[in-house]
């Protein structure tokens, strides 16, 4: 069984650019997530989807960051512009449908805003 | 508001010693909690959970963990440790009776296995 898959592995970007993560759950996965990951740290929701409906976008920077899941499936999170205090890595996870289980993550996808 | 500590950023320990890195927990509900391992560059590896029942849980790579209710703990333990255990570890809460499935992450704890 795949786990979950992230792209890019690695972004480097100027300042103001735009930049966007890719992240394809665990099959079945109805639930997805996006933390944010600085360096060091433990990882900081930035938005929950159950299937296409973002139940929990209270820690998203809406000014600048945005998210969609469109098909309840794979999922995109972009920044536009970017600021320096964006570098960190951008995790994603998953969970299968039900109470008890454990989160999945991605390998991450590391920014360097320059 | 569901919370949890990790006291530690770093834990060192000979390689072969019994090893214990500690997080405490605060959750209104039922806490179901995790551990997790963390490599350089990698995304985050699920080790062991607690839901209910015995309060010693047995995960991957011969790591256990202790649930106390009463000290609000959930200290993750290790008999003799490798070398290769040295990485990022990470402990997390969710509340589960809320059914928000919000799952809240330590500051992680270093481990640092000295041959």
């Known amino acids: 069984e795949a786990g979950v898959v992230q792209s890019p592995r690695y972004k480097i970007i100027e300042k103001k650019q735009p930049v966007a993560f890719w992240c394809n759950p665990i099959?079945?996965?109805?639930?997805l997530y996006w933390y944010l990951q600085n360096l060091g740290q433990g990882p900081e929701l930035l938005i929950r989807y159950e299937n296409e409906e973002a139940v929990d976008d209270s820690q998203l920077p809406k000014d600048r960051f945005s998210a969609e899941r469109l098909k309840g499936v794979d999922s995109t999170l972009k920044i536009q512009p970017a600021e320096l205090g964006d570098s960190a890595v951008y995790l994603c996870?998953?969970?299968?449908?039900?109470?008890?289980?454990?989160?999945?993550f991605g390998e991450g996808s590391r920014l360097t805003v320059l | 508001a569901q919370s949890v500590a990790q006291p530690e950023d770093q834990v060192n320990v000979a390689e072969g010693n019994p090893l214990t890195v500690k997080c405490t927990y605060s959750v209104s509900g039922n806490p179901y909690l995790f551990w997790y391992v963390q490599y350089p560059n990698r995304g985050l590896q699920f080790l062991l959970k607690y839901i209910t029942g015995d309060n010693l849980v047995k995960g991957s790579y011969g790591f256990e963990a202790e649930f106390n209710k009463s000290q609000t703990s959930f200290h993750l333990k290790k008999p003799s440790a490798l070398v290769s255990d040295s990485a990022l570890y990470f402990c997390a809460v969710r509340d589960g009776t809320s059914g928000t499935y919000k799952y809240i992450f330590g500051t992680g704890t270093r481990l640092k296995v000295l041959a």
């Open positions: 996870a998953s969970r299968a449908r039900g109470v008890t289980g454990e989160l999945f």
């Open positions: 099959s079945g996965h109805n639930t």
